[in-house]
């Protein structure tokens, strides 16, 4: 056993100093970035902001919604003929991930639905990314298939951001163990990362390697995926901040006829396993929950508070487009330990 004593910090640990600039107006900071990739020689060109692979937000209405400018990690549990279908829609295929489990039949499925089309991006999902087994899974991913653009995850250190990027792995590294508003990995097992510590060590870990960090949780308002994305993170995974939308799937509650709220669960949740394991396995705890988010109309007005919370940033530290945020930003620690400063 050991200590680790230096601080961790999460998204309500800091603000953002705001900074005498000539700063851009509002409407003229450009919040699109092109990505090249490590292992993979395609590029991509867009707001990299993703919609999560939960059954509830992960959906092809969702994605149908953000496309072409964002991005959706489809849920892994739609049938292999809907994804076809989905993927032979030429607007479809260049913003939108297929997500694979770390099965063998997961592995099969990608593999015929590339037989079947055109497949540009996958996310190999998994709650532990820390195994032999999955970093074995990805590789096994990379090598079948070398075109294709891999993100993979979760892991919230360094040194597994270098070993899954370092291996020829992946391109993007999912980054966040326990930070989801309906996640109980931190309660249930005592694991887990500060988000934004997690963004900052992952993100320097990977751009040494010419890597990529998407940061996956924790966001609860606009103002916290700016600090993603001013801790470094290339792209920012959205869940619980999607949800409760039309182009949601799930169960809604109603009244006279009228959409209220959604049941909105985390994939390891009890809700989860008994829809797709027949159960809590014996040996397994639930590492999630379910709660109720109240309906919020179409995801286009969520979209635009978001995309304006973060061109209204740029802003005040004087940043012209959204690749320069992360320079342009100092975190001022307001809860821990008032009036530090440290630059990110």
């Known amino acids: 056993m050991r ?25 003229s900071v450009n ?54 279908a989905f993927f032979q829609q030429a607007a479809d295929r260049d ?15 990608l593999a015929s639905l590339v037989r079947q089309t055109e497949v540009r991006f996958t996310c190999v999902d998994a709650a ?57 990995t931190r309660t249930t097992t ?7 510590s997690a963004i900052i060590e992952c ?3 990977a751009h040494g390697l010419r890597g990529h960090v998407c940061a996956d949780g924790g966001c609860r308002v606009p103002g916290d995926v700016v600090k993603a994305f001013a801790a470094g993170a290339d792209f920012v995974m959205l869940g619980g901040m999607l949800a409760g939308h039309d182009e949601c799937a799930g169960t809604w509650i109603e009244e006279d006829g009228r959409r209220v709220a959604m049941r909105f669960y985390g994939m ?21 929950k379910e709660v109720l988010v109240p309906y919020r109309g179409s995801v286009h007005e969520t979209i635009r508070e978001i995309l304006g919370g973060i061109r209204s940033a740029c802003a005040y530290v004087g940043a012209a487009q959204l690749k320069d945020l992360c320079k342009c930003t100092t975190f001022v620690l307001c809860h821990r330990t008032h009036n530090t400063l440290f630059d990110s």
Request: net charge negative; charged share 25%.
């Open 3 to 27: 200590i680790d004593n230096d601080p961790k910090l999460d998204f309500d640990d800091v603000l953002i100093r705001p900074k005498r600039s000539e700063a851009p107006s509002r409407s």
């Open 31 to 84: 919040l699109e970035r092109e990505y090249g990739f490590l292992n993979s020689a395609r590029t991509w060109r867009g707001i990299p902001l993703v919609a999560s692979n939960m059954d509830t937000v992960g959906t092809m209405e969702m994605a149908r919604a953000l496309g072409p400018q964002l991005l959706t990690c489809l849920h892994k549990h739609y049938p292999e003929s809907e994804l076809a």
């Open 95 to 109: 913003h939108t991930f297929v997500t694979i489990g770390i099965g063998d039949e997961d592995f099969d499925r």
């Open 128 to 184: 532990n990314g820390y195994t032999k087994y999955f970093v074995d899974r990805v590789k096994r991913v990379r090598e079948t298939f070398p075109d294709l653009t891999i993100m993979a995850g979760n892991v919230a250190t360094p040194e597994m951001v270098q070993e899954l990027l370092i291996s020829g792995a992946a391109d993007i590294v999912k980054i966040g163990i326990g930070p989801g508003s309906v996640c109980t």
């Open 190 to 196: 005592g694991v887990g990362y500060p988000q934004l």
């Open 203 to 205: 993100a320097d870990a």
């Open 268 to 288: 390891s949740s009890r809700t989860a396993q008994e829809r797709y394991a027949g159960g809590v396995k014996s040996y397994r705890a639930c590492e999630g």
